[in-house]
């Protein structure tokens, strides 16, 4: 092996392991805010979907900026909205009559 790919494979392996510290040092604020935008965009994207009355393909553009990586599925048959970022949070909202749309406790 020569040295110049001793070096490049030296030096990659510096900034992944750089990356992964970076990540491991702000894994507590990533976590909340995934679990606070996933909350949100349950609740907001339930009651568009059940107290509005839209269709979900609407519903879709009420996401604030920034919540690119939430992903919101609908489930008519328990008039519910899953919200999630993937790998690291997830959140329900369901309507219930009278009460509009409420989360699910976390588990």
């Given amino acids: 092996m020569s040295a110049r790919r ?12 750089l990356l992964l510290a970076l990540l ?3 894994w ?3 976590n909340a805010r995934a679990a606070l935008g996933a909350a949100y965009g349950a609740r907001v994207a339930c009651s568009c979907r059940y107290v509005e009355g839209r269709d979900m393909p609407n519903c879709q553009g ?5 919540m690119a990586m939430v992903s919101l599925t609908d489930h008519p048959d328990a008039r519910a ?3 999630s970022v993937p790998l690291i949070a997830s959140r329900i909202a369901r309507y219930r009559p009278g009460w509009g749309c409420l989360l699910d406790p976390v588990r």
Avoid: H, I, M, Q
Wanted: proline share 4%.
């Fill in 6 to 17: 001793t070096w490049f494979y030296g030096l990659t392996a510096l900034v992944v392991l």
């Fill in 24 to 26: 491991a040092w702000n």
């Fill in 28 to 30: 507590r604020a990533l």
């Fill in 62 to 66: 009420d996401k604030e900026p920034g």
């Fill in 81 to 83: 909205v899953s919200a």
